[in-house]
């Protein structure tokens, strides 16, 4: 009886169906519970970078974000979907990022009052604080999270009043068009300081950055500087070739030694720049290059020679060149010397109780506003930065380099691809249809 009961076709379909849709929702179910994305692209064009990730994983709290932008814009469209489709990208990892959006056009006097200039501009709220963004994309939007997340700013002050690299200014020679910007980006505060006024470098300095002098120092000058050192500030020293100019004191007090001469690179020859460019590429493991794999360019680096244990070696550069003092191509064993080269350090150690930090290059144009877009010069300028702040969970990730999506095609390869396309693929459906043609009719 019980078999004829389930022999039954109309019932056993009705059970099938029944178990089908409850398998459906128990899976339906059990991946809203555990929701899991794969994104396939070739450059994981719909996915975060880890350093936003990461930025996002600071946050402990809700993120607001407002965005002001009509329903249509001349040239892109439905900006909102746009924005939207973007910021959702945020949300997979922060569930409680709120976005809003508001006409300018219909409520003018909130546009007003946010002090809105651009159809699209998106105001960051976080804790109160708030960031304007009037271009929108994954390093901006990043960055000003990074800045927000930073419950104070850190003063970055650097040495000032003797033909120093500006780190805020704007020609070639100074540091501030892309890595000052960056900085101020993450939440750094700029300032210069001209010891020959300063009593003293201020207390709530976070670093002092020291570059190239093009006078010499006054002896009052250096004196302070070795106090800051003395009592555990923290130091970005960038030296370029050329004589110190009065801050042999603190190369001594250091204990490095900088022998004169440049580095000469045959490797970068081969990549079409000057053999006065050291490439790095050989990273030693520290918290600074972790995860740090781009090309940096050192344009007339000067090697470093240190004594004591309490240095650690960053970089290593011109594994098959030389030290010249004539910058000439070609190397002369009587006045060169062979390479590789250390043109990085960084050094820690406890004093008085302060957890002191150093960082010293040899070579400050690497971050000038002419050659900090090479590579990776400004990624590692700001990861020095970030460590010697101990903000190592500020230290991000680098950025995807993006790949080439470009075909280059020969004359004949387009041809044959042409008449594949024009004449090839036609005749073959032709073929098709007149064989099955020519099946039915035998049949």
């Given at each position: 009886?019980?078999?004829?009961?389930?022999?039954?076709?109309?019932?056993r379909?009705?059970?099938?169906?029944?178990?089908?849709?409850?398998?459906?929702?128990?899976?339906?179910?059990l991946a809203?519970?555990?929701?899991?994305?794969?994104?396939?692209?070739?450059?994981?064009?719909?996915?975060?970078?880890?350093?936003s990730?990461?930025?996002?994983?600071?946050?402990?709290?809700?993120?607001?974000i407002?965005?002001?932008?009509?329903?249509?814009?001349?040239?892109?469209?439905?900006?909102?979907?746009?924005?939207?489709?973007f910021?959702?990208l945020?949300?997979?990892?922060?569930r409680?990022?709120k976005?809003?959006?508001?006409d300018?056009?219909?409520?003018?006097?909130?546009?007003?009052?946010?002090?809105?200039?651009?159809?699209?501009e998106?105001?960051?709220?976080?804790?109160?604080r708030?960031?304007?963004l009037?271009?929108?994309?994954?390093?901006?939007?990043?960055?000003?999270?990074?800045?927000?997340?930073?419950?104070?700013?850190?003063?970055?002050?650097?040495?000032?009043?003797?033909?120093e690299?500006?780190?805020?200014?704007?020609?070639?020679?100074?540091?501030?068009?892309?890595?000052?910007a960056?900085?101020?980006?993450?939440?750094?505060?700029?300032a210069s300081?001209?010891?020959?006024?300063?009593?003293?470098?201020?207390?709530?300095?976070?670093?002092?950055?020291?570059t190239q002098?093009?006078v010499?120092?006054m002896?009052?000058?250096?004196?302070?500087?070795?106090?800051?050192?003395?009592?555990?500030?923290?130091?970005l020293w960038?030296?370029?070739?050329?004589?110190?100019?009065?801050?042999?004191?603190?190369?001594?007090?250091?204990?490095?030694?900088?022998?004169?001469?440049?580095?000469?690179?045959?490797?970068a020859?081969k990549?079409?720049?000057?053999?006065?460019w050291?490439?790095?590429?050989?990273?030693?493991?520290?918290?600074?290059?972790?995860?740090?794999?781009?090309?940096?360019?050192?344009?007339?680096?000067?090697?470093?020679?240190?004594s004591?244990?309490?240095w650690?070696?960053?970089?290593?550069?011109?594994?098959?060149?030389w030290m010249?003092?004539?910058?000439?191509?070609?190397?002369?064993?009587?006045?060169?010397?062979?390479?590789?080269?250390?043109?990085?350090?960084?050094?820690?150690?406890?004093?008085?109780?302060?957890?002191?930090?150093?960082?010293?290059?040899?070579?400050?144009?690497?971050?000038?506003?002419?050659?900090?877009?090479?590579?990776?010069?400004?990624?590692?300028?700001v990861?020095?930065?970030?460590?010697?702040?101990?903000?190592?969970?500020?230290?991000?990730?680098?950025?995807?380099?993006?790949?080439?999506?470009?075909?280059?095609?020969?004359?004949?390869?387009?041809?044959?691809?042409?008449?594949g396309?024009?004449?090839?693929?036609?005749?073959?459906?032709t073929?098709?249809?007149?064989?099955?043609?020519?099946v039915r009719?035998?049949?």
């Open positions: 009886m019980t078999r004829k009961f389930f022999a039954t076709n109309p019932l379909n009705l059970i099938f169906v029944l178990l089908l849709a409850g398998a459906a929702l128990g899976l339906g179910y809203s519970l555990h929701p899991v994305e794969r994104d396939l692209t070739s450059n994981s064009e719909n996915s975060l970078e880890p350093a990730i990461s930025a996002l994983r600071q946050l402990s709290e809700p993120v607001e407002t965005v002001y932008a009509t329903t249509k814009d001349v040239h892109m469209g439905d900006i909102r979907k746009i924005i939207k489709d910021i959702s945020y949300q997979r990892y922060k409680d990022i976005l809003t959006f508001v300018p056009e219909k409520e003018p006097e909130k546009a007003r009052a946010a002090n809105i200039q651009l159809n699209g998106m105001v960051v709220e976080y804790q109160g708030s960031e304007h009037t271009t929108i994309n994954e390093d901006t939007l990043t960055g000003a999270l990074l800045h927000l997340a930073h419950a104070t700013n850190q003063t970055v002050m650097y040495l000032d009043g003797n033909g690299r500006k780190l805020d200014g704007s020609a070639n020679y100074d540091l501030g068009l892309i890595f000052g960056k900085l101020k980006q993450n939440g750094f505060r700029i300081l001209n010891l020959a006024i300063a009593q003293d470098v201020p207390a709530n300095a976070s670093m002092l950055v020291i002098p093009q010499d120092l002896p009052g000058e250096v004196e302070k500087i070795l106090r800051y050192v003395d009592r555990g500030g923290n130091l960038l030296i370029d070739p050329g004589p110190l100019h009065g801050l042999e004191r603190l190369a001594e007090r250091l204990n490095l030694q900088l022998p004169p001469g440049i580095v000469i690179d045959p490797a020859a990549m079409n720049a000057p053999d006065t050291a490439l790095g590429t050989d990273y030693s493991p520290h918290a600074i290059t972790s995860g740090f794999n781009l090309i940096t360019a050192f344009p007339s680096a000067r090697p470093l020679i240190w004591g244990n309490h650690h070696a960053l970089l290593d550069v011109a594994q098959t060149g010249s003092a004539s910058s000439s191509g070609k190397f002369d064993k009587q006045r060169d010397t062979r390479g590789p080269f250390t043109i990085a350090l960084a050094a820690e150690h406890d004093v008085n109780g302060v957890d002191q930090r150093i960082v010293v290059v040899g070579n400050g144009a690497f971050l000038s506003n002419s050659f900090a877009g090479n590579g990776g010069n400004v990624d590692l300028g990861n020095m930065v970030n460590w010697l702040a101990h903000d190592e969970k500020h230290i991000a990730l680098q950025p995807r380099k993006a790949k080439d999506s470009n075909i280059t095609l020969s004359k004949n390869q387009l041809t044959g691809i042409s008449v396309f024009l004449v090839g693929i036609p005749l073959v459906l073929g098709i249809g007149i064989y099955l043609w020519w009719r035998r049949a």
